[in-house]
């Protein structure tokens, strides 16, 4: 289980380059939603969200803040892992 302060590793292709590593916490929790503070930049969206204790995949990164115009991008939203096998088991085909 995971919970506010749980150190996080967020991987992405920002920018079209290889993927890079970013490390942060869980800054926010909900029951749909989860915010870290690792950066995320654009063209991560979509990235993996590990858990940086047990480096299990706790969800996508589908966000980052957006405040007068710039880009807070340690202000990050990440939908849960158990949402998104939620999602696929309702839209089986």
């Given amino acids: 289980?995971?919970?506010?302060?749980t150190p996080v590793y967020a991987v992405g292709c920002s920018l079209g380059l290889s993927p890079r590593p970013?490390?942060?916490?869980?800054?926010?929790?909900s029951d749909s939603a989860v915010e870290i503070t690792a950066?995320?930049?654009?063209?991560?969206s979509?990235?993996?969200v590990f858990d940086a204790r047990t480096y299990e995949v706790i969800g996508i990164a589908v966000w980052v803040?957006?405040?007068?115009?710039?880009l807070v991008t340690?202000?990050?939203?990440?939908?849960?892992?158990?949402?998104?096998y939620n999602f696929l088991?309702?839209?089986?085909?």
């Fill in 39 to 44: 950066p995320i930049l654009p063209g991560n």
């Fill in 74 to 84: 340690t202000m990050a939203g990440v939908v849960p892992i158990n949402e998104i």
């Fill in 46 to 48: 979509g990235g993996p």
């Fill in 22 to 29: 970013s490390s942060g916490i869980l800054s926010a929790l």
């Fill in 1 to 5: 289980q995971y919970y506010l302060f």
């Fill in 89 to 93: 088991d309702n839209h089986k085909q």
């Fill in 65 to 70: 803040k957006v405040y007068n115009g710039q």
